[in-house]
């Protein structure tokens, strides 16, 4: 048997397929394309794919995660602009996005004052549905983005032809809801002492839901991936050694080409138990009532998302509470996208809270894209695990 502290332990054979979504998005959308199918492209969790679903139509996640098309960006944005946003508009302006290029139109909200903005130049290159997001979850504020979920479904139908019924609805909600639950699950893994799943891996199986057009093969490979991973567990096999820190990334997205926080951790010795993030478990948690109205239930369930554009967003600081609850981490460290002042901001009674009714020792990280401050990185990410190692 292998050993099981070795980083060369044995990783569950599901894995592979996460591994190249771009290679899986195309061939799930040439039948879908032939079919007439359309494409919606989404840029954040607060985008209602069951509805997108339930009018006929599929959906792509987008956010530019990549330093890449930036320098292009930069030519249009002003350069003092999260990353993220940038790298959207540049991979749509540049047309060098696989998945952008095969979208037929873009769901958008207003969340930040950046991203809302960046959206009205996008609509120039492809058009742009905007949701109108309230930012906060009062009587008035709900019937705001219950009316918004209702102009969705008819701009949907009007460009797929197929009306949204309850019917439609309700059996999208159910199948999402049960990916929600499949990934909590795997994502629990992440809990055991030792897991048997590296948090790189884990963040591309929760990325990749955003990428695979056939949600129901998405599941099923969710299932097997969970089989799997119990397996290993059993047999006592991990990547990681014991004993390791333990820290909970929370703050402004990651994913495949903005991970380079998460794995300066990994690489000091940490274990990243879960990531709070939206492309992690803030985008996972929280089911749609499949008793109530379905259009209801879905806008509130969408309203609940704990992002920082809300005001005041205490569902963040209750999601944490309970991730700790549940993945007992050493420390807190806090990925804040430079430019990005609703979570720059939030940073601040985050630390409080972390510091004071938690009593975890708590890292703001504030960068961009670039490679550029890695070493400066390194060793504050180093002095601060060494705090939790002694
Ligand atoms: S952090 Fe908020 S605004 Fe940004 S992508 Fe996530 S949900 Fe959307
Ligand atoms: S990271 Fe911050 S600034 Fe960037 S899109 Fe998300 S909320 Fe907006």
Not at 35 to 43: D, E, F, Q, T, W
Not at 107 to 123: H, P, Q, V, W, Y
Not at 253 to 277: F, I, Y
């Amino acid at each position: 048997m292998s050993d099981p502290t070795s980083t060369a332990a044995p990783r569950a054979a599901t894995l592979a397929k996460f591994a190249s979504p771009v290679d899986r998005f195309h061939l799930e959308l040439e039948p879908l394309k032939e079919a007439g199918v359309k494409l919606a492209g989404i840029y954040c969790v607060f985008a209602p794919v069951e509805l997108v679903r339930a009018a006929g139509a599929v959906s792509v996640g987008l956010c530019g995660k990549k330093q890449g098309p930036i320098p292009e960006a930069e030519r249009v944005l002003p350069a003092n602009l999260c990353p993220l946003i940038k790298s959207s508009y540049g991979y749509a302006a540049t047309a060098t996005c696989p998945y952008f290029n095969a979208t037929d139109f873009i769901l958008a909200e207003t969340t930040c004052d950046g991203k809302k903005k960046m959206f009205e130049l996008m609509n120039r290159i492809k058009p742009v549905h905007m949701m109108r997001l309230p930012t906060d979850k009062s009587p008035e504020a709900q019937a705001l983005w219950l009316a918004g979920m209702h102009r969705l479904a008819e701009f949907l139908g009007g460009r797929t032809g197929t009306a949204v019924t309850d019917k439609a609805l309700r059996r999208e909600i159910a199948l999402q809801n049960k990916i929600r639950r499949a990934l909590l699950d795997v994502a629990a893994f992440m809990s055991e002492a030792r897991p048997p799943i590296s948090s790189l891996d884990l963040m591309g199986v929760c990325e990749s839901r955003t990428f695979v057009l056939d949600q129901e093969a998405y599941l099923a490979d969710l299932l097997a991936l969970r089989g799997e991973l119990e397996a290993l567990r059993d047999q006592g096999v991990s990547p990681y050694k014991a004993g390791a820190p333990r820290i909970l990334l929370t703050g402004t997205p990651v994913g495949r080409g903005s991970e380079k926080v998460l794995r300066l951790l990994e690489d000091a010795g940490a274990v990243v138990v879960v990531l709070e993030n939206c492309t992690g478990i803030k985008g996972v948690v929280g089911l749609v009532d499949e008793n109530a109205d379905p259009m209801e239930a879905l806008a509130k369930r969408y309203l609940d998302t704990p992002c920082s554009c809300m005001s005041p967003n205490q569902g963040r600081l209750d999601l944490i509470d309970d991730l700790v609850r549940q993945f007992a981490p050493t420390g807190v460290v806090d990925l804040v996208w430079q430019a990005c002042h609703t979570y720059s901001v939030e940073s601040f009674d985050l630390r409080r809270h972390v510091e004071d009714s938690l009593e975890l020792p708590f890292l703001k990280v504030e960068t961009d894209y670039t490679e550029s401050d890695m070493e400066q990185l390194r060793t504050r990410v180093e002095a601060f695990l060494e705090l939790q190692t002694h």
